[in-house]
């Protein structure tokens, strides 16, 4: 959708989205009336509400939001994800974050801005009169499904926030107290049902990577879990995971690709699978035109490449490692270990080597590059493969896209929620039906005979599924086992075959993780010092 459009046509309406959408931002509000003749004659044809769209889509895919911050960032420090450098530049990864860390308050900054160009949006497309009310019915749909999903990534993040769904007028409606997390999840809930009600699904639409009605309730079922869970525990919720996950595997349109290999590769190479990629975010590495719509996927959290003297190399810092917990979790015959922790590096000098250290492996589903044979590319005994979709890769970005939802996560939703209300023999099917696709085969029931044990095989599987695709530690914290988690892999880092300087770096997040505090991010210290009804979280004060 996005790489269509003229750019200079795109930079103009993210003009208009900064402008109108900079809740927030003191410098962005004050110059409101500088905007106001573009917002006030913008929605007016079916042309302006496709740039409002994509300029809305565009908020998700930014390096503050999913482009790096948001899918990378602040995935380190779990048992999936490390970050490998003696520094602390990543500090929220090492939990020695604080309320001033420039990467929480820009995340913030642009998921509200996200909201409030939705808040335009909506009124404005709401109130014209010269669109088809089909085809209004699938526009607005989009802006209450892209609504709900920042609001949801605020919620969960940080806990009870402001909750604004009109536009922004004024410095003045920047004064907002938080509201209760309740509060939050039934915006998210109504706008996710109205999105679900007026959705197109994704068999009858031309153009891919828009939301659809079975993504609004795969992102329904998410919500319902993550209430059923710490801090919330309303476990009633689970009746509604299941009821929305029932309506995506009863519809029987999306499905597993029999690949989970080709999967990921599809995502590097930008070809659609919307039967198993029920929603993902678009990137393109189009910097060269002078559109930022790139992200840094594959090149933060992917296989380290560090050999680009003709830069036209599939250059990667992998600021990333994969934790040991994860890499250990896997059986030999798990088609999925492979391609989750790769073994394999390329250094500055041209050598490519196999990795046999267990603290050295790294996140491979997103690699942009693979080896054909090891040794020294200076001499040819050392070759690789390009994967990414690109004739001269960007150093730093990429444009591979991100899954923020595929079928496997919908039939892990369903057996888990199916084995809180009912236990595990219902559940296992669905559980089942990921394995086999691993080419793991059915689980064996003796050893998961209760609720505490199928749970457990959950949380593994979740992990051995869905790695650095930007859900392990909401997942973590939903269960409360955050803590116990990176606990367990300091006392296997400490096992671990590697050096002792390795261990230091990788056991930082476990040794300074404060259950009373980095259970919830820090409200921004901007936000909190410019909005006066803002109080701080009393774990941060």
């Known amino acids: 959708m996005m790489k269509t459009i003229n750019k200079n046509i795109f930079f103009s309406l993210l003009f208009v989205a900064v402008l109108i959408g900079g809740t927030s931002c003191e410098d962005y509000l004050t110059v409101e009336p500088k905007s106001s003749w573009l917002t006030e004659s913008f929605y007016e044809s079916e042309s302006d509400v496709k740039l409002g769209l994509a300029g809305m889509y565009s908020y998700l895919a930014l390096d503050e939001t999913y482009g790096q911050i948001l899918s990378c960032k602040f995935e380190g420090g779990t048992d999936e994800l490390l970050y490998n450098r003696n520094n602390t530049k990543w500090s929220q990864a090492l939990y020695e974050h604080t309320a001033a860390t420039i990467d929480i308050k820009s995340a913030w900054l642009h998921l509200y801005q996200g909201i409030d160009a939705a808040n335009v949006f909506i009124e404005?497309?709401?109130?014209?009169?010269?669109?088809?009310?089909?085809?209004?019915?699938?526009?607005?749909?989009?802006?209450?499904?892209?609504r709900a999903l920042f609001y949801l990534d605020l919620v969960r993040w940080w806990g009870p926030v402001p909750l604004r769904t009109k536009p922004t007028i004024s410095v003045e409606d920047n004064n907002l107290a938080a509201s209760s997390r309740e509060e939050v999840y039934a915006q998210i809930i109504s706008d996710l049902e109205f999105a679900a009600s007026n959705l197109q699904h994704a068999e009858d639409m031309d153009e891919k990577g828009h939301a659809t009605k079975m993504a609004a309730h795969g992102i329904l079922a998410r919500t319902y879990l993550t209430m059923a869970g710490y801090p919330m525990y309303q476990t009633d919720k689970y009746t509604k995971v299941i009821e929305h996950c029932n309506v995506i595997i009863e519809d029987g349109w999306h499905t597993l690709n029999d690949s989970y290999k080709t999967v990921f590769l599809n995502y590097i190479q930008n070809k659609y699978d919307p039967k198993e990629s029920i929603f993902e975010l678009e990137f393109s590495n189009l910097r060269d035109?002078?559109?930022?719509?790139?992200?840094?996927?594959?090149?933060?959290?992917?296989?380290?490449?560090?050999?680009?003297?003709?830069?036209?190399?599939?250059?990667?810092?992998?600021?990333?490692?994969?934790?040991?917990?994860l890499l250990e979790s896997y059986a030999d015959e798990d088609e999925r270990k492979s391609w989750n922790v790769a073994n394999f590096i390329c250094n500055s000098k041209g050598k490519i080597s196999e990795i046999s250290k267990d603290l050295s492996y790294w996140p491979g589903k997103f690699r942009r590059w693979e080896p054909l044979t090891f040794g020294n590319i200076t001499d040819g005994t050392g070759t690789y493969t390009l994967l990414e979709d690109a004739s001269t890769p960007?150093?730093?970005?990429?444009?591979?896209?991100?899954?923020?939802?595929?079928?496997?996560?919908?039939?892990?939703?369903?057996?888990?929620?199916?084995?809180?209300?009912?236990?595990?023999?219902?559940?296992?099917?669905?559980?089942?039906?990921?394995?086999?696709?691993?080419?793991?085969?059915?689980?064996?029931?003796?050893?998961?005979?209760?609720?505490?044990?199928?749970?457990?095989?959950?949380?593994?599987?979740?992990?051995?599924?869905?790695?650095?695709?930007?859900?392990?530690?909401?997942?973590?914290?939903?269960?409360?086992?955050?803590?116990?988690?990176?606990?367990?892999?300091?006392?296997?880092?400490?096992?671990?075959?590697?050096?002792?300087?390795?261990?230091?770096?990788?056991?930082?997040?476990?040794?300074?993780?404060?259950?009373?505090?980095?259970?919830?991010?820090?409200?921004?210290?901007?936000?909190?010092?410019?909005?006066?009804?803002?109080?701080?979280?009393?774990?941060?004060?």
Request: include cysteine; glycine fraction near 6%; charged fraction near 30%.
């Open 124 to 146: 404005k497309v709401s109130n014209t009169t010269s669109i088809e009310e089909e085809n209004k019915k699938q526009y607005l749909g989009e802006a209450h499904f892209l």
């Open 289 to 325: 035109q002078g559109i930022r719509e790139d992200g840094r996927i594959g090149q933060i959290n992917g296989v380290q490449f560090y050999y680009w003297p003709t830069k036209t190399e599939p250059f990667a810092y992998g600021m990333l490692q994969t934790g040991v917990k």
């Open 394 to 541: 960007d150093k730093n970005f990429t444009g591979i896209n991100f899954p923020y939802l595929r079928y496997a996560d919908v039939l892990l939703m369903r057996a888990e929620a199916e084995n809180e209300v009912n236990g595990p023999v219902g559940a296992a099917p669905f559980l089942n039906e990921v394995r086999n696709r691993a080419k793991l085969g059915d689980i064996d029931m003796a050893l998961v005979p209760d609720k505490a044990s199928f749970l457990k095989e959950i949380q593994d599987e979740r992990a051995r599924e869905l790695c650095y695709e930007g859900l392990r530690k909401q997942d973590l914290i939903r269960w409360n086992i955050l803590k116990e988690t990176l606990d367990t892999q300091n006392e296997m880092i400490l096992s671990a075959n590697d050096a002792t300087k390795k261990k230091n770096i990788f056991k930082r997040a476990a040794l300074n993780f404060e259950v009373e505090k980095h259970m919830i991010l820090p409200y921004p210290l901007q936000e909190v010092t410019m909005n006066n009804k803002l109080e701080q979280h009393a774990e941060w004060q």
